[in-house]
């Protein structure tokens, strides 16, 4: 099912994705910023989070402490957070006619449970469908960064590492796999930007594929 199905006619759901270090906080908050300048509403969302259980549940994720968290339980963490992100502030905002733009959501899911952990690919699918109600995102920027040096640079810079960013180099290969393989798993839906250029740059790209699919949403 579509984002963009009866219900949800008058709002637009973008997602940003791509690996660690790529960049897609930073511009997920520089597009909400332009894109309120055309009038629209704008939320700006992170997964996990959002919530009051949401954050909780988040914590509980990426403290590296949990070591001995199984994959099963990652997953189904991971869906319960989401599943109250829906219903709780995504689906009602769409209804209402914002833009909600959302830094990671089920494709991550498949990239980092499925494909990173080895967890069934189907049953990975059925538990975002479940979580989701089958909703999608209109409008998919993968964000890609070839240098995996400058990813680990970037990384590296922040204070700490969390669970997910301490699961290994091979776990972060096929992770990496995973989301180079979107654009030609979703070609409808998924846009790749090259995020190995100056920041504003390749801000100004990711406005004009944005602004390709969504017209309305350009700046008077």
């Given at each position: 099912?579509?984002?963009?199905?009866?219900?949800?006619?008058r709002?637009?759901?973008?997602?940003f994705?791509?690996?660690?270090?790529?960049?897609?906080?930073?511009?997920a908050?520089?597009?909400a910023?332009v894109?309120?300048?055309?009038?629209?509403?704008v939320?700006?969302?992170?997964?996990?989070g959002?919530t009051?259980i949401?954050?909780?549940?988040?914590?509980?994720?990426?403290?590296?402490?949990?070591?001995?968290?199984?994959?099963?339980?990652?997953?189904?963490?991971?869906?319960?957070?989401?599943?109250?992100?829906?219903?709780?502030?995504?689906?009602?905002a769409?209804?209402?006619g914002?833009?909600?733009?959302?830094?990671?959501?089920?494709?991550?899911?498949?990239?980092?449970?499925?494909?990173?952990?080895?967890?069934?690919?189907?049953?990975?699918?059925?538990?975002?469908?479940?979580?989701?109600?089958?909703?999608?995102p209109?409008?998919?920027?993968?964000?890609?960064?070839?240098?995996?040096?400058e990813k680990?640079r970037?990384?590296?810079?922040?204070?700490?590492?969390?669970?997910?960013?301490?699961?290994g180099?091979?776990?972060?290969?096929?992770?990496?796999?995973?989301?180079?393989?979107?654009?030609?798993?979703?070609?409808?839906?998924?846009?790749?930007?090259?995020?190995d250029?100056?920041?504003?740059?390749?801000?100004?790209?990711?406005?004009?594929a944005?602004?390709?699919?969504?017209p309305?949403?350009?700046?008077a």
């Amino acid at each position: 099912m579509c984002g963009r199905g009866p219900a949800l006619s008058r709002g637009i759901f973008i997602t940003f994705e791509g690996d660690d270090g790529v960049g897609k906080s930073t511009h997920a908050r520089r597009l909400a910023e332009v894109i309120r300048g055309s009038g629209r509403e704008v939320l700006c969302l992170r997964e996990p989070g959002n919530t009051a259980i949401g954050e909780k549940l988040r914590s509980v994720l990426l403290d590296p402490a949990h070591v001995e968290m199984t994959p099963a339980c990652e997953l189904l963490v991971y869906e319960a957070a989401r599943a109250q992100l829906m219903q709780e502030v995504l689906v009602p905002a769409l209804e209402a006619g914002a833009v909600v733009i959302c830094d990671r959501f089920t494709d991550s899911t498949v990239a980092y449970q499925a494909a990173g952990r080895g967890l069934p690919f189907d049953t990975v699918h059925d538990l975002n469908d479940f979580a989701t109600g089958g909703i999608e995102p209109d409008l998919t920027i993968l964000l890609s960064l070839p240098d995996a040096g400058e990813k680990d640079r970037r990384i590296g810079a922040r204070s700490a590492k969390d669970r997910m960013e301490l699961a290994g180099a091979g776990f972060h290969e096929r992770v990496s796999a995973a989301f180079a393989d979107l654009p030609q798993r979703h070609p409808q839906r998924v846009v790749e930007i090259m995020a190995d250029e100056e920041e504003a740059r390749t801000a100004k790209r990711l406005l004009e594929a944005v602004i390709e699919r969504f017209p309305e949403l350009a700046v008077a």
